[in-house]
C-alpha cells in the first residue's frame, strides 16, 4: 500500500466521544456468556443473578459469651444480698462462645458474673433473662435471605457473607479480555540490544497492569512492524480471541502511521481525534461487532487514553458504575498557560505547606513518561480556558492518597542528583515520610519560598561582585523573613563534553566557536547566572553562543542532549556527566544548599531530613558519585 498522510477526522470533547463510542457498541453477546467458579476465588467478579442463602447462620442457638448455660426460670429472684445457688447438669452446664445451646437451658451467664463455690456448685448474684447472651438461629443469615443480588462486584465481606450461607460456587460475568497489539519497526523488547533509533515496548506491559486494576484480563502480543497488511492481520487474530482490541501508537498523522486505514477497511471508525491534551490522536472503531481503540505510543497520552477509553468501556463490560477520582482544593505554585483547542490533563506534585496545599505542574510533554511517575494529581484545564495565574486555588484529581501528600516535604528550586538520593533515603528509613522536587531553577526556588509555596528550596546562586553563594540572595530576596541554609553539598561545575572530547573543548571561551553547539539551562538557573558570569567575564555575547537560547531544566537533560549529539557540550554537574558517560572540564565549585524558613526547623519531617542527611549512609552514597564535596553538610547558617 503507498504510503499516504492521515488527517483527524474529529476533534470531539471527551465526555461526547465517550458517549458516542460506548453507545454504539453492542454488549448483548458479552452478556450471554457466564462463568461459574468457587465462592474463595470471586473476588472482584460480578455476579450474574441474585444469591440466596441456603442454611441460615447461625443454624442453631450458640452461646455468645463463655460462661455458663441456665435455665432461666431457675435464677428468678437473684440479688447481691440472696444470691441463688445452681449445680452443675441440673441447673447448668458450662459453655464456650460458640457452643450449642440444647434443652433445657436457654439462656447463658458471663463467667465472669459468677462465683465458683466447688466443682459441682456456681453462685449468682442476678437473674438471667430468657435468651440472654444467645445468638439464635438465623441472626445473621437466614436461610432462603438474598445475599447478594445480581450485577454485584463480589468484595471480601461478600465472600464471607456467601461462605457462612453455605453457598460455594456463584455464577459470575466473565472478565472482558482484551489483546493489546503494540506496532512500530522502531519497537523492540526490552530484552533486545537497545541499539540507536529503537525504543523499548513499555506500553503494553503498563496497559496491561491498568487492565488488570480495572477488572479485565490482558493479553500481549508480539510487536507488529509498521506494514499495512500484517497490522490487519494482527488486529483480525486479536479479534478472535479477546473481546477488546487495542493498538498501541500508528494512530497519528504520520506516513507510516497505518492503524486508522486498516480499521477503516476492516470496520467502522467512529471517531479519529479528541479534544483532550494528551491523548488527542485516538482512534475509536468497531470491528465484527468488537471495539478496536487505537491509542498513541507517547506513554503520557497512552496511559490517559487508557484511562479516558478503556476504563469505562471495562466498566461497561462489568455492568459497574465508573466511580470519580477523588478531588481536592489545591493553590498553584506558578502559571500555566493552555491551549483553547483541547482540555489539557496536567500532572501536578502536591504538598502541604503551613495550611495551604500547594500543586506544581510537572514536564508536560506527551512522552515524559516520567511525569506520570512523579505526579501527586493532574489539573484539568478546560477546553474554553487559556490557563490559570499562578495563586489560583483550583481542582485537582488525586493519583496518590492525601495522606502521603500531607506527609511530604516540598523542594522548589535547582535540580541535582544529590536531592533525589535524598528523597529515596529519607522515604527508605521512614516509609511514612516522602521528599517531593521540582526543578524551576535557582531563582524560581527562591520565588515560591517567597510565596510560601514550599518548604524546601535547593539553590546555588553566585554574587557576581563578592564570589559568595546564595546568603545575599536570600537577604534581597527574603527582607523581613526569618530564614536559613542549610548546608547541602559543594558541587564541581563544569562543562560536559562527548567521551574523548573530539571539539577539542578547553573551557568558557569555546563556546564562541562557531562549530561548538551548546545547550544551556532555563533562565533563573543558577548555572545559568554562573554561565552568564564567565561569558560577561570574558567578553563573550550570548548571542555569539550557538544554543543559548536551548533551554533544559535539570542537568540530567543537559548531559542527556550532549549524550545524544543534539549538542557538543553543555554547563552542569559533574556527577550528571558521569552517570551519561561524558568527559568533563571542570569550570568552578559551587554551594548548593537548602533554603529554609527557620520556623520550618523544628518541624518533625525537617529535623528527620536533617538525621538523614548527615547519616554516614547518605554521605558515603553522595561521596561515591564523585565531583561533591560534604564537609559542610547538615550545618545550619541563620540568615
Known sequence: MKETRNIYLTNIPLKEAQETYINRIEFSNFYQSIEEIPVVSALGRVSVGAVFAERSSPNYNG?????????????????????????????FVYINTGGCIKEPFNAVIMIEDIVILDDETVKIHEAARPWQHIRPIGEDIVAGELIISANHRIRPVDIGA????????????PLPRVGLIPTGSEIVDVSDELENGKIIESNTSMFAAMLQEYNGIPKRYPVVKDDFEKIKEGILLALEENDVVVINAGSSAGSRDFTVDVLREIGEVIIHGVATKPGKPVILAIVRGKPVVGIPGYPVSAYFTMEFFIKPLIAKYNKQVMTSPTTVKATLSRRIVSSLKHEEYVRMKMGKVGNKLIATPLERGAGVAMSLVRADGVLIIPQQLEGYDGGTVVDIQLMKPMEEIQETLVSIGSHDLVIDLLGNQIHETNSLLFLSSAHVGSLGGIMAMKKKECHLAPIHLMDTKTGEYNISYVRQYS?????????????????????????????????????????NRQRGAGTRILLDYYLNDLGIEPDAV??????????????????GGTADCGLGVY?????????????????YDLLIPQAFLEDSRVLQLLEVMKSDAFVNHVNRLGGYNTESIGKVVLI
Open 575 to 591: 556527577s550528571a556527566a558521569t552517570t551519561m558517560g561524558l568527559d568533563f572540564i571542570p569550570i568552578a565549585w559551587e554551594d
Open 479 to 519: 527582607k523581613g523573613e526569618s530564614m536559613a541554609l542549610i548546608k547541602f553539598v559543594g558541587r564541581s561545575q563544569g562543562l560536559m563534553v562527548k567521551k574523548g572530547n573530539p571539539k577539542k573543548i578547553k573551557g568558557i571561551a569555546d563556546l564562541a566557536r562557531e562549530e561548538i553547539h551548546f545547550v
Open 546 to 563: 550557538q544554543g543559548y537560547e536551548r533551554e533544559m531544566t535539570t542537568h540530567m537533560a543537559v548531559a542527556v542532549a550532549v549524550s
Open 63 to 91: 452461646a455468645a459469651m463463655d460462661g455458663i448455660a441456665v435455665i432461666a426460670e431457675k435464677t428468678y429472684g437473684a440479688t447481691e444480698t440472696r444470691p441463688v445457688e445452681l449445680k452443675k447438669e441440673n441447673d
Open 162 to 173: 456467601l461462605l457462612a450461607g453455605k453457598i460455594v460456587k456463584v455464577k459470575v460475568l
